[in-house]
Structure formats: structure tokens, C-alpha cells
């Protein structure tokens, strides 16, 4: 007759294999390497900035903190569509702003019956009808190095239609607005 096998209380007891504990340790260190180089990556070649007022709302709220990408502009040039940060005619006094691209170096703008055209066609957009012109009541043409930016809340956003800001130099762009971080109201994600 052979051995029967029933419950047993007692456990065996497990030894630690010391090649799984160096897998495990060395997999928990390149983690923290990688965090550490992302983290210095970012804050290096990046600065953050707050948002301040509601022109690039629902996107970016007054108050969130953005990430900023100062070197994305070294080799490319910013293009309809980015976000950037810039200070308004150089002016290190002032805090950054924040506004979107709609139309670069050698093309016409202007603002008529609130719609934006750029080279004489009306762009076709998300955004509310404008109930200021401002200096982009007549056509502006842009200089080689001049970008005409608007913020996503047009009807309250000091941006390239206020005769105190005008187009925006690139020399006075700061860089492109890519990461905001969240805080209680708003989520983080990429600007888009």
C-alpha cells in the first residue's frame, strides 16, 4: 500500500535566490536612472510657466502651469497650429503669453466681419466670431521673422490685434508650449 498524501501544515520554507534579487534590484535602479535623466531633460532644455488669464481657455485655465520647449524653435521655425510662449515685444518685465500661431512670415491677415482670413481665405475654425478686429481691421502684412497669434478664447485675449503686442517677433519667442500640468480644475496633458 502506498503513502497516502493528506493535508500538511507545514510549509515549506522558500529560499531567496540571489540572481532574482540582482534582477529586481538592477531593474529598480534603471528606473530611477531613467526618471532621473527625463527629469533633467525636461527641466534643462524646458521651463514652466503659469497661464495667466482665461485666452487659451478651455485648453489652458488661468493659473495652470505649462511646460515650455525653448530649444524646439533652434532648427525649425514655429508653425500655424504650435502654441507658444513669448514676452510682448521683448519686454522682460512682462509676464509670458500664451497664444497659438495662425499665420507666419510673408502672409496677409485680417479680421472681417469676426472671422480671421489669412491670404485673402477665410480659416476655417472651432473658435468663436470676433467681436474686435483691433489692428487687423485692414490687412497685415508679416515680416520675414513676424507670426500673428491669437489666443483660443478670442473674445478675451490681448494677442496680435492689441497695437501693444502687433505680430510677434521670433527673436521675442520664447519657445513652444507642449506639456501643461494639472491642477484641481484641470487635467495635464499635451497642449494640442
Same mark, same amino acid.
Given at each position: 500500500?502506498?503513502?497516502?498524501?493528506?493535508?500538511?501544515?507545514?510549509?515549506?520554507?522558500?529560499?531567496?535566490?540571489?540572481?532574482?534579487?540582482?534582477?529586481?534590484?538592477?531593474?529598480?535602479?534603471?528606473?530611477?536612472?531613467?526618471?532621473?535623466?527625463?527629469?533633467?531633460?525636461?527641466?534643462?532644455?524646458?521651463?514652466?510657466?503659469?497661464?495667466?488669464?482665461?485666452?487659451?481657455?478651455?485648453?489652458?485655465? $488661468?493659473?495652470?502651469?505649462?511646460?515650455?520647449?525653448?530649444?524646439?524653435?533652434?532648427?525649425?521655425?514655429?508653425?500655424? %497650429?504650435?502654441?507658444?510662449?513669448?514676452?510682448?515685444?521683448?519686454?522682460?518685465?512682462?509676464?509670458?503669453?500664451?497664444?497659438?500661431?495662425?499665420?507666419?512670415? %510673408?502672409?496677409?491677415?485680417?479680421?472681417?466681419?469676426?472671422?480671421?482670413?489669412?491670404?485673402?481665405?477665410?480659416?476655417?475654425?472651432?473658435?468663436?466670431?470676433?467681436?474686435?478686429?483691433?489692428?487687423?481691421?485692414?490687412?497685415?502684412?508679416?515680416?520675414?521673422?513676424?507670426?500673428?497669434?491669437?489666443?483660443? $478664447?478670442?473674445? $478675451?485675449?490681448?494677442?496680435?490685434?492689441?497695437? $501693444?503686442?502687433?505680430?510677434?517677433?521670433?527673436?521675442?519667442?520664447?519657445?513652444?508650449?507642449?506639456?501643461?500640468?494639472?491642477?484641481?480644475?484641470?487635467?495635464?496633458?499635451?497642449?494640442?
Amino acid at each position: 500500500m502506498g503513502r497516502r498524501k493528506g493535508l500538511s501544515f507545514y510549509k515549506k520554507k522558500k529560499k531567496l535566490n540571489a540572481a532574482l534579487v540582482r534582477e529586481i534590484a538592477s531593474w529598480i535602479f534603471g528606473m530611477l536612472v531613467v526618471v532621473f535623466i527625463a527629469f533633467v531633460t525636461v527641466y534643462a532644455v524646458g521651463m514652466s510657466v503659469s497661464m495667466v488669464g482665461v485666452s487659451m481657455e478651455p485648453d489652458i485655465a $488661468n493659473g495652470q502651469k505649462v511646460l515650455i520647449n525653448r530649444y524646439a524653435y533652434l532648427l525649425v521655425k514655429p508653425e500655424v %497650429g504650435d502654441v507658444v510662449a513669448f514676452l510682448p515685444n521683448g519686454n522682460q518685465n512682462s509676464h509670458y503669453y500664451i497664444k497659438r500661431v495662425v499665420a507666419g512670415p %510673408g502672409d496677409t491677415v485680417q479680421i472681417k466681419e469676426g472671422r480671421l482670413y489669412v491670404n485673402e481665405l477665410q480659416v476655417t475654425d472651432v473658435y468663436d466670431k470676433m467681436a474686435e478686429a483691433g489692428i487687423a481691421e485692414n490687412p497685415i502684412v508679416l515680416g520675414t521673422d513676424e507670426y500673428f497669434v491669437l489666443g483660443d $478664447n478670442r473674445n $478675451n485675449s490681448e494677442d496680435s490685434r492689441s497695437a $501693444n503686442i502687433g505680430p510677434v517677433k521670433a527673436r521675442d519667442i520664447v519657445g513652444e508650449v507642449w506639456f501643461r500640468l494639472g491642477n484641481d480644475e484641470t487635467s495635464m496633458g499635451f497642449v494640442k
